[in-house]
Nanobody, 124 residues
């Protein structure tokens, strides 16, 4: 099993920045891709970004391209999501996720492990 623990959420004004972190533990050797999804009240869980654990392949949802950056620290088994120029519509619970195959997928059902989520609130 793999455990994922997120941190770094909070309240920020529009235009501000936050950095989310997700530390993986357990059978981390089985992870090939880590990423972030988000879920706003009354909406489905939405893909945000993902990164392959080896190499530099990343993927982003169009709405965050140019504002969010996903990165990883293999030595710390940690993935980060740097969020700049935040907008009120970015408000959601952000979930860290990981998968055992190497395809950088945008589909929620393709991911095997999930964190407990961290709240991000952007005020206007």
């Amino acid at each position: 099993q793999v455990q994922l623990v997120e941190s770094g959420g909070g309240l920020v004004q529009a235009g501000g920045s936050l950095r989310l972190s997700c530390a993986a533990s357990g059978r981390t050797f089985s992870i090939y891709v880590m990423g972030w999804f988000r879920q706003a009240p009354g909406k489905e869980r939405e893909f945000v970004a993902a990164i392959r654990w080896s190499g530099s392949i990343t993927n982003y949802v169009d709405s965050v391209k140019g504002r969010f950056t996903i990165s990883r620290d293999n030595a710390k088994n940690t993935v980060y999501l740097q969020m700049n120029s935040l907008k009120p519509e970015d408000t959601a619970v952000y979930y860290c996720t990981a998968k055992r195959s190497f395809i950088v997928s945008m589909k929620v059902n393709d991911y095997d492990y999930w964190g407990q989520g961290t709240q991000v609130t952007v005020s206007s």
